[in-house]
């Protein structure tokens, strides 16, 4: 039993080492660094099988080394490498008649399946995975056959059913795993895939729909202007209608520009009290006709770097929704300070609140909740603008009871 016992502990190692190697490759991004992964794989098994091999008291070493040369050569195509790390382990446990068997097995294989990896790559997942157990097992007959001519005949049942059997599991194991890492790594692809094509798909509705509807106006009121005789009057309020029309859809239009391309041409430090009073002031009006009380809670001379004019039309997006989150007014306090190297600043109103699912899908390019009223597009490009300033986004919210937005800078520092 200690031939199946050591062979089995090879299966065993084979398949730990696979699943912390799949670990590795599913963090890779790249294909030629998966295909690396997937080598070094196969020659750390070769010599793992080296490492925990048995030798019989006739000198006979067992051990599974055929199966990450097979496989290895089948699925990764470099039949002559993994030969080669074979026949140079073989050498280290010493220079005789099985040394040879081995390198004349071993470079016979190299030949042979890298001649059958094309093929091999063409068939169907059932297929590669029958194809690397009829050739494992082939290869076990092979090396029991030879072993036996060049030393003597081997006649334990359980030597012959061990390099037999436990050699073919673990091919076909090892091998259905493999395909089962592929399948899945090339589902995950297709539905990274798909999410972005229904994100595009999503994000051209809304913006082709906000862009109609003030075409669809600027067009009716200069066929107006076309078929009738109006009075100067009523002609230049048409014309001011559609003018704000167009300015309405370049509005839309640069929203999208900024969460296209977030970079900015032209990095400053932004004095983060003056920016936000700046916002304040350009928003009392709107305030002021909604009732709403605004609180300054500044920490005197906080600086983050960034561009100043994304940085104001951001917190216009955040402030603005804060004002139309109390239409029966409220108080909206803006807070800052900093904690280390990272600026905190704060946004909070006592609004209608949000719910957990509202919270969850806020920024989203076709996400509202302001119904008819809103695009989705405000919050889209704020939250752009503050990624892009290496800034994140921590949001509390309850229904009833107001939303505080509590945006963090980091590396940001203090005059």
């Given at each position: ?60 070493r067992f051990d599974l080394r055929q199966v990450p040369m097979i496989l290895g050569s089948l699925y990764t195509g470099q039949g002559f490498l993994l030969a080669g790390v074979t026949i140079i382990m073989r050498g280290f446990m010493g220079i005789n008649d099985g ?317």
């Open positions: 039993m200690e031939i199946t016992k050591h062979l089995l502990l090879n299966l065993s190692l084979l398949i730990v080492l696979l699943f912390f190697t799949q670990l590795v490759i599913e963090r890779q991004a790249s294909e030629k660094n998966r295909n690396g992964l997937q080598i070094l794989y196969f020659i750390l098994s070769i010599l793992i099988c080296f490492i925990f091999s048995i030798e019989t008291s006739d000198g006979i040394f040879w068997t081995s390198a004349g097995v071993f470079t016979v294989l190299a030949f042979l399946l890298t001649w059958m990896h094309s093929w091999f790559s063409s068939l169907s997942l059932n297929q590669r995975v029958g194809v690397s157990i009829l050739v494992t097992v082939i290869t076990s007959m092979v090396l029991m056959q030879l072993i036996g001519i060049i030393t003597e005949p081997i006649t334990h049942p359980e030597a012959w059913i061990s390099f037999l059997v436990i050699p073919a599991i673990t091919s076909g194991l090892i091998s259905y795993s493999i395909e089962t890492i592929r399948q899945s790594l090339l589902i995950r692809q297709k539905l990274a895939k798909a999410d972005k094509i229904e994100a595009v798909s999503h994000l051209s509705a809304a913006i082709s729909h906000e862009i109609r509807n003030p075409l669809t106006t600027v067009k009716g009121f200069l066929q107006l202007l076309g078929e009738q005789s109006y009075p100067e009057e009523k002609k230049k309020e048409f014309i001011q209608i559609a003018v704000s029309e167009l300015d309405r859809a370049e509005e839309v239009i640069n929203d999208y520009l900024t969460f296209a391309r977030p970079a900015f041409e032209k990095v400053e430090e932004i004095d983060v009290e003056k920016e936000l009073n700046h916002v304040l002031n350009v928003l009392k009006p709107l305030a002021n006709l909604n009732d709403i009380k605004i609180n300054r809670k500044y920490t005197p001379g906080l600086i983050i770097s960034g561009d100043r004019s994304k940085f104001q039309q951001g917190f216009i997006n955040l402030i603005k929704n804060g004002f139309e989150a109390m239409p029966d007014g409220g108080e909206l306090t803006v807070q800052t300070f900093l904690t280390g190297h990272t600026a905190h600043i704060l946004i909070s109103d006592n609004g209608i609140g949000m719910t957990e699912e509202q919270i969850n899908r806020l920024g989203e390019p076709y996400y509202t909740t302001k119904g008819q009223q809103g695009t989705g597009l405000g919050m889209m490009v704020t939250f752009s603008i503050i990624r892009a300033m290496r800034g994140k986004v921590e949001i509390k919210s309850q229904p009833g009871k107001g939303t505080t937005f509590h945006m963090k800078f980091s590396n940001q520092t203090e005059k």
